[in-house]
T-cell receptor
Framework: DIQMTQSPSSLSASVGDRVTISCRAS??????LNWYQQKPGRAPRLLIY???RLQSGVPSRFSGGGSGPYFTLTISGLQPEDSATYYC?????????FGRGTRLEIK | QVQLEQSGPEVKKPGSSVKVSCKVS????????VSWLRQAPGQGLEWIGG????????NYAQRFQGRVTVVADESTSTVYLELRDLTSEDTAVYYC?????????????WGQGTLISVSP
C-alpha cells in the first residue's frame, strides 16, 4: 500500500494568515492526489482533486500544488470556518490511502 | 441532485455481522461507483472497498478481503456494505461515498455516516 505522510499534524494560525499543509507519498502517485476537509461530527468534504483542481463550490482561497511525491494544500486568507482537520488521499493505486490528517486551529 | 442517505447506528456483538445501507439518488449507479470508507474514533479515514454497478465490478482493500461484501441493488438504488466476523476494532463511523469507475477516489459526495459499535 502507498503510505501518505502529512505534516504538520496540527497547527494554529490567525484569521487572514496563509497556511500550507504538506503531504508526501511513499511512491509516485502521478497527479492522483486529493485533499479533504473534515469538521467534527461531519463527513469529509472534497476540496481539491488531481493535485490542483478546485472542487465545485470550494472557495478560491484553497489551492493545491506539488509534483512527484510531494504535494501541498495552501489556504490563503484564513477564515474562522476553516477550522477543521485536513486529509490528503492518493487515488493512484488500490487501495486508496489517506494521510493521518492535519488539525488546523484558528486563533 | 446527488444524495447518499445511510441507515442508522447499530450495536453488534463480536463475531457477528453488520449490513449498512446507502440509498443513492441522482443516477449515480448508472455512471459512477460507490465506495465505503470508515473512521475509527479519533482516527483517520480508511477505504474498505467499492462497487461499480454499471460494470459489474467490485474491489476491496486487501485487509478486508474475505469478510466484506459490497453489493448494489439497482432496483432500489441502494448500495450495501456487509462486514462479517466483527471485532472491537471495527467500531467506527462508516461512510458511503460517490466514486469513479476505477474506484479509489476522489470521493465527491458522501453519506452522513453510520456509527457501528462492536461491544460484548
Amino acid at each position: 500500500d502507498i503510505q501518505m505522510t502529512q505534516s504538520p499534524s496540527s497547527l494554529s494560525a490567525s484569521v487572514g494568515d496563509r497556511v500550507t499543509i504538506s503531504c508526501r507519498a511513499s511512491q509516485s502517485v502521478s497527479t492522483y492526489l486529493n485533499w479533504y476537509q473534515q469538521k467534527p461530527g461531519r463527513a469529509p468534504r472534497l476540496l481539491i482533486y488531481a493535485t490542483s483542481r478546485l472542487q465545485s463550490g470550494v472557495p478560491s482561497r484553497f489551492s493545491g500544488g506539488g509534483s512527484g511525491p510531494y504535494f501541498t494544500l495552501t489556504i490563503s486568507g484564513l477564515q474562522p470556518e476553516d477550522s477543521a482537520t485536513y486529509y490528503c488521499q492518493q487515488s493512484y493505486s488500490s487501495p486508496a490511502t489517506f494521510g493521518r490528517g492535519t488539525r488546523l486551529e484558528i486563533k | 441532485q446527488v444524495q447518499l442517505e445511510q441507515s442508522g447506528p447499530e450495536v453488534k456483538k463480536p463475531g457477528s455481522s453488520v449490513k449498512v445501507s446507502c440509498k443513492v439518488s441522482g443516477g449515480i449507479l448508472g455512471t459512477h461507483g460507490v465506495s465505503w470508507l470508515r473512521q475509527a474514533p479519533g482516527q483517520g479515514l480508511e477505504w474498505i472497498g467499492g462497487v461499480v454497478s454499471a460494470f459489474g465490478r467490485e474491489n476491496y482493500a486487501q485487509r478486508f478481503q474475505g469478510r466484506v461484501t459490497v453489493v448494489a441493488d439497482e432496483s432500489t438504488s441502494t448500495v450495501y456494505l456487509e462486514l462479517r466476523d466483527l471485532t472491537s476494532e471495527d467500531t467506527a463511523v462508516y461512510y458511503c461515498a460517490r466514486d469513479w469507475p476505477r474506484l479509489g477516489g476522489p470521493f465527491d459526495y458522501w453519506g452522513q455516516g453510520t456509527l457501528i459499535s462492536v461491544s460484548p
